[in-house]
């Protein structure tokens, strides 16, 4: 069995700001995990994924996570928060085979000028 | 990456009325498709598992009889909420994960379903 968890519903920062947003995972099997963004109304955008080899993901929009298995976490980070990504992002995790994701409850980030 | 349509977007509909919503993959076979049901501001809920050509697997919960899926071919499935009711309005999602690439899931844009 699978699940993830999101701490923190909402995070605010300011424009320039670090952001980081908390993911800690429970898997029986090795995880892939995976970050996700989505707008109002929108479908989800791949940010990006981890599935075997480096533990330091690169995404897309200068967004980054880092894999700790001796943590079961897989936290988002951002060194410099835009008012553009401010969003609900979603930590999903899946294991391997076909198998659907399992994802977090969401964590909203509001980004203030 | 792979591309996932999903169809329509948007729908209203009255009461006791049926609605299929379709999801494609489009440049890409898709052995298993996924459904997921999310309400406002909340999570997505995997509601069932679609096999091609095989009787879709549903998460505990989930009506089988109001929630039919279908998927005939490798690149359609299709989702038909039965006897709608307004409790059933929400945001239907479905994703697709490529046949031996097995690393990534890809999802269409959703369906805003309302029914009044």
């Known amino acids: 069995a699978q699940s993830v968890t999101q701490l923190g519903s909402h995070v605010s920062v300011s424009e320039g700001a670090l952001v980081l947003l908390r993911c800690n995972y429970s898997s029986s099997v090795p995880p892939y995990l995976f970050w996700y963004v989505q707008y109002p109304n929108q479908g989800l955008q791949l940010l990006l994924k981890y599935t075997t080899g480096a533990t330091l993901v690169k995404g897309i929009n200068g967004f980054e996570a880092e894999f700790k298995k001796s943590e079961t976490s897989f936290h988002l980070t951002k060194p410099s928060a835009h008012m553009s990504d401010a969003a609900e992002y979603f930590c999903?995790?899946?294991?391997?085979?076909?198998?659907?994701?399992?994802f977090g409850k969401g964590t909203t980030l509001s980004v203030s000028s | 990456g792979a591309v996932v349509s999903q169809h329509p977007s948007w729908v209203i509909c009255k009461s006791g009325t049926s609605v299929k919503i379709e999801c494609r993959s489009l440049d890409f076979q898709a052995t298993t498709m996924f459904w997921y049901r999310q309400f406002p501001k909340q999570s997505l809920m995997l509601m069932a598992t679609s096999n091609e050509g095989s009787k879709a697997t549903y998460e505990q919960g989930v009506e089988k009889d109001k929630f039919l899926i279908n998927h005939a071919s490798l690149t359609l499935s299709t989702l038909t909420v039965t006897s709608a009711h307004p409790e059933d309005s929400s945001f239907y999602i479905c994703?697709?994960?490529?046949?031996?690439?097995?690393?990534?899931?890809?999802f269409g844009q959703g369906t805003r379903l309302t029914v009044v």
């Open positions: 994703s697709a994960r490529v046949t031996g690439i097995d690393t990534e899931a890809f």
């Open positions: 999903a995790v899946s294991g391997a085979s076909g198998t659907a994701l399992i």
